[in-house]
């Protein structure tokens, strides 16, 4: 009785009238309020920012319009320090005002990395760990001694470097390594089409080491192959433990190597019959 009572008030309209108005107006509010904070409605495109440096886009005003976070550096000696060479989101995506970019830029100085211990491992599994650590292997010196293909001795600059000394990553290391007690020749692996890491490391694995190298379509890394190698792997001779193979190099933008490998197919089949009898030779030392 007295809720219909309460009712028939006109007290009561008018505050249901006002919480009603009220409750539009904070509704209005935070709408208006999200509006302004997530810019709705308001779309940018995200600029390719590959090559650019953080002061880049600062003179672009760019600041304005984006928050930017570097979350990663490198070292690459072929590219300019400070510039960015990788971001996210990606280049001419659609994104709001504010939105964070990630970026990844290319370090001022190189990463120091820990040197392994070597010394008594088998050249095929110091290769590996040099790889995997971030190093390089650049001469095998062979001398004669009874521990065959095994690690005599680790260098850097010409120097012996002891184990957990930091040094810069991608530095080249020289290798000491047992000969044997009896003189021992090898095959001449097949590189042709070979791109340019890979080559080197067939070399290495082959107990050889790189002699010249002659860049005929310049210097790129990420498309040179080999085009001819000095001896041929054709060739019947023979090698001793630590001697040099000539290499050429071509761009594989300016040269077709699927036809050069084509041509080449029924030699090939031959050569990489020695070079599996020669890699399970290798399988003893390890």
């Known amino acids: 009785m007295g809720f219909f009572y309460f009712l028939k008030k006109k007290k009561f309209y008018l505050h249901f009238t006002i919480s009603i108005l009220l409750t539009i107006f904070l509704i209005w509010i935070v709408l208006k309020s999200l509006n302004i904070f997530t810019y709705h409605g308001e779309i940018l495109i995200v600029p390719d920012f590959n090559g650019s440096t953080i002061e880049d886009i600062a003179n672009e005003n760019l600041l304005n319009e984006f928050r930017f976070v570097i979350i990663d550096s490198i070292f690459d000696p072929n590219k300019e320090k ?89 530095s080249k290391i020289d290798l000491k390594v047992g000969k044997g007690v009896n003189v021992t020749k090898f095959p001449v692996p097949f590189l042709i089409g070979k791109y340019q890491k890979e080559a080197i490391r067939t070399i290495h694995l082959a107990y050889f080491n790189v002699g010249k190298e002659y860049f005929l379509d310049g210097n790129d890394p990420l498309h040179l192959r080999i085009y001819k190698q000095e001896p041929s792997w054709d060739s019947e001779k023979l090698l001793t433990q630590g001697d040099y193979i000539n290499v050429w190099y071509r761009s594989d933008e300016h040269f077709d190597f699927n036809e050069l490998l084509e041509s080449l197919k029924p030699d090939t089949l031959s050569v990489d019959t020695i070079l599996i009898e020669s890699e399970n030779f290798d399988n003893f030392d390890d």
Do not use: C, H, W
């Open 82 to 170: 400070g510039t960015i060479v990788m971001q996210d989101p990606l280049p001419y995506s659609k994104v709001k005002k504010n939105r964070k970019i990630y970026l990844t830029i290319i370090a001022k100085l190189p990463e120091k990395v820990s040197m392994p211990n070597l010394v008594d491992l088998s050249l095929r599994q110091s290769i590996v760990l040099l790889e995997t650590v971030g190093l390089k292997l650049n001469n095998l010196d062979y001398e004669p001694n009874f521990a065959q293909n095994a690690v005599l001795e680790q260098l850097y600059d010409g120097e012996i470097i002891e184990p957990n000394t930091l040094i810069k990553k991608g």
